[in-house]
């Protein structure tokens, strides 16, 4: 067994109506004025307005920003910093899915250090604790709340840049069940497969410990006994809390183990043609899940059996099994057959021809090998790899 290390330095809360914990953990954490992260979605639904209310009745001042698209720019950073300072809050309250807390933890780095948030790009860059934070997840699917990362997109070079340091761990977080009950179907399937895939790659990642591998294994099983159930209906209680919880330990488990060649290449597929990052993963799990095959060392039996509804004996297995497994997940939840409709069904400019995408292809995969995700895939992939890939996702 190689060397390996870990620590959850976290405070973590998981039960059904514990965001009125909200002001409780506050004051734990000494804060007096919260600037709430979110989006305008989850303002439109009162979510925000909940959690500001929580917090005032408490004695605690609450500004709000809201102005945050998916796959969050440079500049909706700067804009949101901007706003914490002139607030003149002590702590952020990240409430949302990996969006807004990828930009609270880039204001969180900005506010306290200064610069732009492309100069921490790249792993260890943040030299020290950054703006408090509580972080409450509203989606069942990037585990942001527990992971070391924040991904901002640069349209300057239409790239997906990587913030990595411990110190964006979020000081507290809550994970209430309640607040994903309302989530659209598509939202929770895009959400619910991406976190499956952070089980999935950290389990198989080259740097997978016995640690890393044991989170993986249990989000594996929350998430794939219970992704079809709160698809189809998300008020189902226990499964939305399973699907919360397991998205968690997914994201302990690749904040330890890192990713592989899914999400190396999904960045750039949602930096160049705005495709939602769990549907961009979702349409690439099957085309890397059969590269990897060869490379299956026993792993692939297990996670087919944590999402198939047929379990199966080990001597009646074969890892293609596992690819068509995957393939019938998605299909059940409704994601896009293949990459050229997941990125006409984000377009907003009209139909993008398949003679448009194959023009970025190149670029896309000159992207995804500055991942250091790549490195830690099972199978070793070159750049002329990666493009056959996408052209198969195609």
């Not at 209430?176 to 389990?203: N, R």
């Not at 068509?324 to 993008?352: H, W």
């Amino acid at each position: 067994m190689k060397e390996f290390s870990f620590s959850v330095p976290q405070n973590i809360i998981v039960g059904k109506g514990t965001l009125a914990k909200l002001p409780e953990v506050a004051k734990k954490m000494d804060g007096s004025h919260a600037m709430i992260i979110s989006g305008p979605n989850l303002e439109k639904m009162g979510i925000v307005k909940k959690a500001a209310d929580l917090l005032k009745e408490d004695g605690i001042a609450a500004d709000i920003f809201t102005d945050i698209e998916a796959n969050p720019s440079v500049t909706t950073v700067e804009k949101a910093t901007v706003a914490f300072k002139e607030s003149g809050a002590d702590f952020i309250v990240a409430l949302g899915g990996g969006s807004p807390m990828d930009v609270a933890k880039a204001v969180g780095v900005v506010a306290k250090y200064g610069g732009n948030i492309t100069e921490y790009e790249g792993a260890h860059k943040v030299p020290g604790k950054i703006i408090p934070q509580i972080a409450i997840p509203t989606t069942a699917g990037t585990g942001s709340e527990v992971t070391a990362f924040s991904v901002i997109t640069d349209h300057s070079r239409d790239y997906k840049l990587t913030v990595f340091s411990y110190e964006l761990l979020p000081s507290y977080a809550i994970l209430d069940a309640d607040l994903i009950t309302t989530a659209p179907a598509s939202v929770a399937a895009a959400c619910g497969i991406d976190a499956f895939i952070h089980a999935e790659e950290a389990y198989i990642s080259t740097d997978a410990s016995p640690f890393s591998e044991a989170m993986s294994e249990k989000a594996m099983e929350l998430i794939g006994g219970n992704i079809r159930k709160f698809v189809a209906n998300r008020q189902d209680e226990e499964a939305a809390e399973a699907m919360l919880v397991g998205s968690l330990f997914a994201g302990i488990a690749f904040s330890f183990a890192r990713l592989g060649n899914v999400h190396a290449m999904s960045h750039p597929v949602s930096a160049y043609f705005d495709v939602p990052h769990g549907v961009a993963n979702a349409v690439l799990l099957p085309v890397i899940a059969e590269y990897n095959a060869i490379a299956d060392n026993g792993k692939y039996y297990k996670i087919y059996n944590y999402i198939s509804p047929k379990k199966i004996a080990p001597d009646a297995f074969e890892p293609m099994m596992l690819v068509d497994a995957i393939k019938q997940l998605c299909s059940d939840i409704s994601i896009p057959e293949n990459l050229t409709v997941a990125i006409n069904n984000a377009s907003r400019n009209g139909e993008i021809t398949r003679e448009e995408i194959e023009a970025k292809i190149t670029p896309m995969a000159e992207d995804a090998m500055k991942s250091g995700n790549i490195a830690v895939n099972p199978r070793s992939s070159r750049q002329s790899d990666i493009e056959m890939l996408y052209r198969k996702a195609l």
